[in-house]
């Protein structure tokens, strides 16, 4: 049945590149295998024969990612957790669909990788304020669960208190924690609870959601919950910051920061937790560290000169790149202007990705190969394929602005949205724009563009430096030069 709640999406994507193009078709098979009824609710399960349901740290993040092929479905992917919430606003960290009905598990908070994509759907619903108003109580009353159970010790820092609170299967830093842990007692663990990093961030993304939602409602709290995002921002950066190592630390639970160098401050970037300066630190000094987290390929769980790492090729977050890691970091990445090294980062993962048509959980830092390969059709390496190509290969919709950008290469990428379709076709170094058939920019590789739904340029954003030219027509509606992640808007009208 056509679900008339969402705009009605399609994507085609032709590239002279073959193994690109085998890669991503096989991309999109795999996605569509990973569509399941969940009891009249159609969801993409995290997929592999490991994951067989929806997780609150994969499935809202990749649903939006799927939006552009099926809003349906991507919306299914929001409403499982929305509509499956504790009478207490705590929401299932997993749920799985047996014997013809739900199990939800509400024993870790496992991720949260929610508020915003939970968000960005509404832009896919024709603007469904019903929807807004949902989201707006499941996000208050969430957040409302995280203040009054996980900050025991007062101190305004939100805790994790088992392995999957944060979702790192297996690693080491851990100390002997169990998985998951019910209830609203602390645990008294070897070293947790843990005073942590990410949980400060899911409070971050939900209020700063939140106030989001807010402004569209014009509900009058708005500039309550931006105080409050600031609150969770700024005591992140009191409590867990060390500003002599250019990065968050979790504090264990007796108040003293554990040691272990973690690519989960990338995560906090994901949550918009970070201000720009703290950023710029993680990512000059650690991200881009060819002893840490700049491996052959790159983004390992913990820094691989860290006496924590282990290079263990089997569900283990104490090593091993991760492909929810590449999902987490181009929203990271682009959120904070590092569109550059969002684009190394893709080419290097597709480069991978079309050597070896493997959609797995993990890859070996310094051989860039998949591990786990009996483990194929794993959710976030599909969605990755789909999502990097068609970031820096194609369109896509960011509520309601379309992003063009163009990478070296001969191909022509399709986004159909509503009754409209936007395609960028690149040829020899150059990219044009065209919505319905007619064009509406034309100007060289290696540059962003931003343009409303109707087609205007809003701004350009480049990948490399150099001089730009954007014309419509043959008409000049830019001319200058843009430097290495340099944004320029674009003010006259059109």
């Not at 070293?191 to 509900?219: C, H, K, W």
């Not at 989960?264 to 987290?293: I, Q, T, W």
């Not at 060289?444 to 014309?471: C, N």
Request: net charge neutral; glycine share 10%; with cysteine.
């Amino acid at each position: 049945m056509r679900n008339e709640r969402v705009l009605q999406t399609g994507v085609c994507f032709q590239t002279k590149d073959k193994a690109h193009q085998e890669v991503y078709d096989l991309a999109v098979k795999r996605a569509q295998e990973n569509i399941f009824d969940f009891g009249g609710t159609k969801v993409m399960i995290e997929g592999s024969d490991m994951y067989r349901g929806v997780w609150i740290e994969t499935q809202p993040m990749g649903g939006e990612i799927y939006a552009a092929y099926d809003a349906g479905v991507a919306l299914g992917n929001q409403l499982i957790f929305m509509r499956n919430a504790r009478a207490d606003g705590r929401l299932p960290g997993a749920i799985f669909f047996e014997n013809g009905a739900l199990r939800c598990r509400y024993d870790m908070l496992q991720g949260y990788c929610f508020p915003q994509h939970a968000l960005n759907l509404y832009y896919w619903t024709n603007g469904d304020e019903q929807y807004l108003k949902e989201l707006y109580v499941v996000l208050r009353a969430h957040d409302e669960y995280l203040w009054k159970w996980r900050d025991p010790a007062g101190r305004g820092c939100l805790q994790s208190w088992c392995v999957w609170d944060t979702g790192e299967d297996n690693s080491v830093r851990f100390g002997r924690a169990q998985d998951s842990w019910e209830g609203e007692t602390p645990p008294d663990f070897e070293r947790m609870p843990f005073y942590s990093m990410d949980v400060m961030g899911y409070s971050f993304d939900g209020r700063n959601t939140l106030a989001e939602i807010s402004r569209l409602l014009q509900n009058g709290e708005e500039k309550l919950w931006r105080e409050r995002a600031e609150y969770v921002a700024r005591r992140l950066r009191e409590f867990l910051w060390r500003e002599e190592r250019g990065a968050c630390f979790d504090r264990d639970k007796t108040g003293a920061f554990t040691d272990t160098l973690i690519h989960n401050n990338l995560r906090c970037m994901y949550h918009g937790a970070f201000s720009a300066d703290m950023a710029a630190r993680f990512v000059r000094e650690h991200l881009l560290n060819p002893k840490e987290f700049y491996t052959p390929f790159p983004l390992p769980s913990i820094a691989a000169n860290d006496p924590s790492f282990r290079n263990l090729g089997e569900n283990n977050w104490s090593g091993q790149p991760q492909s929810l890691t590449y999902q987490r970091a181009l929203f990271a990445l682009e959120k904070y202007g590092y569109l550059s090294l969002a684009a190394e980062f893709a080419g290097k993962y597709l480069r991978v990705m079309k050597e070896y048509k493997l959609f797995v959980q993990q890859f070996d830092p310094f051989l860039a190969k998949p591990t786990m390969a009996s483990h194929d059709g794993y959710g976030p390496a599909v969605l990755n394929v789909l999502a990097f190509t068609s970031h820096f290969y194609g369109v896509f919709k960011r509520r309601n602005s379309m992003v063009w950008t163009g990478s070296e290469g001969e191909y022509s990428f399709e986004q159909r949205v509503g009754g409209r379709r936007y395609l960028l076709v690149a040829k020899k170094g150059q990219t044009a724009g065209f919505l319905d058939g007619e064009e509406i920019f034309r100007t060289r590789t290696g540059v962003r563009v931003i343009t409303d739904e109707a087609g205007r340029v809003l701004s350009l954003v480049g990948l490399d430096g150099g001089d730009v030219r954007l014309t419509k027509n043959g008409h000049t509606v830019f001319a200058g030069e843009l430097t290495k992640d340099g944004a320029v808007q674009i003010m006259s009208a059109q």
